[in-house]
């Protein structure tokens, strides 16, 4: 599974983004799907996950409320909408794909990754 990640850029507080993630491969709904984030020095956190139905999602209490992860199987590609965008939601935005059809949280689950998108909240 190879993924590409799309969206970032640049918003003022209060704004949004959507994020997109488009995956090359065969039966992308056996995979979990996450998003995980990196800001300057500091570690790769979850952020969310999907099951691979869509049918169940998992947030990390600082976004819940205000992320929403969503996939579209016959597209391939799942989706990040960040809303009420803080500050401290700046980083570096990665997606991940799990061999599960459960919602992975922990990092160490994901087998395969995209190359990361920039996502700069200004205050």
């Known amino acids: 599974v190879q993924l590409q990640a799309s969206g970032g850029g640049s918003v003022q507080a209060g704004g949004s983004l959507r994020l997109s993630c488009a995956a090359s491969?065969?039966?992308?709904?056996?995979?979990?799907m996450g998003w995980f984030r990196q800001a300057p020095g500091k570690e790769r956190e979850f952020v969310a996950a999907?099951?691979?139905?869509?049918?169940?999602?998992n947030y990390a209490d600082s976004v819940k409320g205000r992320f929403t992860i969503s996939r579209d199987n016959a597209k391939n590609t799942v989706f990040l909408q960040m809303n009420s965008l803080k500050p401290e939601d700046t980083a570096i935005y990665y997606c991940?794909?799990?061999?599960?059809?459960?919602?992975?949280?922990?990092?160490?689950?994901?087998?395969?990754w995209g190359q990361g998108t920039l996502v700069t909240v200004s205050s």
């Open positions: 991940a794909a799990a061999r599960t059809r459960a919602v992975p949280t922990v990092l160490d689950e994901y087998s395969y």
């Open positions: 491969g065969r039966a992308f709904s056996w995979y979990g």
């Open positions: 999907i099951a691979g139905s869509g049918g169940s999602t």
